[in-house]
């Protein structure tokens, strides 16, 4: 996986896809926060459903981000948790363009 901004949509979803799992993580990455934990809900030809960690435990931020403010990429410095899964090395990142929106709780 290059971090490539001319990507297309059909790209990042086959990428994305595969890691839908409510036992794997993600890294995601705003321009005013990095290396979220997230795990990803959902995706379709238009939008990545991801679910942020926040400060609260068991408490996560539902965001539907658009594809096309989305870099995909990989994060070297994570590995993964599924224990049914075989352990990789690296893991999604996802790059979006923008600040993290507010939290309401």
């Known amino acids: 996986m290059d971090n490539q901004s001319d990507m297309s949509r059909t790209d990042k979803l ?5 890691w839908i799992n409510p036992e794997e993580r993600v890294t995601v990455q705003f321009d005013d926060q990095r290396d979220i934990n997230t795990v990803v809900a959902g995706c379709s030809e238009r939008l990545v459903d991801l679910e942020l ?6 408490i996560r ?5 658009p594809l096309s403010e989305i870099e995909v990429s990989e994060d070297p410095s994570h590995y993964t948790r599924d224990p049914d ?18 939290i309401v709780y």
């Open 14 to 18: 086959a990428l994305i896809t595969p």
């Open 53 to 58: 960690e926040t400060n609260i435990p068991h």
């Open 61 to 65: 931020q539902k965001l539907s981000i």
């Open 85 to 102: 899964k075989p352990l990789q090395f690296k893991r999604l990142l996802l790059i979006i363009n923008g600040k993290r929106p507010g």
